[in-house]
């Protein structure tokens, strides 16, 4: 089994930038979308951002304009580009890739902790 590790989170005053990376234990084929979720204490998990395989992107109305998630080709998996971050991005970050025949994968998450 393929597992996903997160990293890139941390602690990070308000205003501040965190970029997250996603990498695989092993390769995996006919990826059709990649993204984050995230997971607030308390909160269901949410979609931050999401990646097609065509390029196309869906990003929740919270982080339009202050997120960027992108996709290492070289590797083929996600990144987030997180600019002016703020307390209430503070949650758990999840790395997906869906495959073509909808096999969904996840990282065990990584801590963002804004402080204001």
């Known amino acids: 089994q393929v597992q996903l590790v997160e990293s890139g989170g941390g602690l990070v005053q308000s205003g501040g930038s965190l970029r997250l990376s996603c990498a695989a234990s092993?390769?995996?084929?006919?990826?059709?979308?990649m993204g984050w979720y995230r997971q607030a204490p308390g909160k269901q998990r949410e979609l931050v951002a999401r990646?097609?395989?065509?390029?196309?992107?869906v990003y929740a109305d919270s982080v339009k304009g202050r997120f960027t998630i992108s996709r290492d080709n070289a590797k083929n998996m996600p990144a987030l580009q997180m600019n002016s971050l703020k307390p209430e991005d503070t949650a758990v970050y999840y790395c997906?890739?869906?495959?073509?025949?909808?096999?969904?994968?996840w990282g065990q998450g990584t801590q963002v902790t804004v402080s204001s």
């Open positions: 092993g390769r995996i084929y006919g990826i059709n979308a």
């Open positions: 990646i097609a395989s065509d390029g196309s992107t």
């Open positions: 997906n890739l869906v495959t073509n025949t909808g096999i969904a994968y």
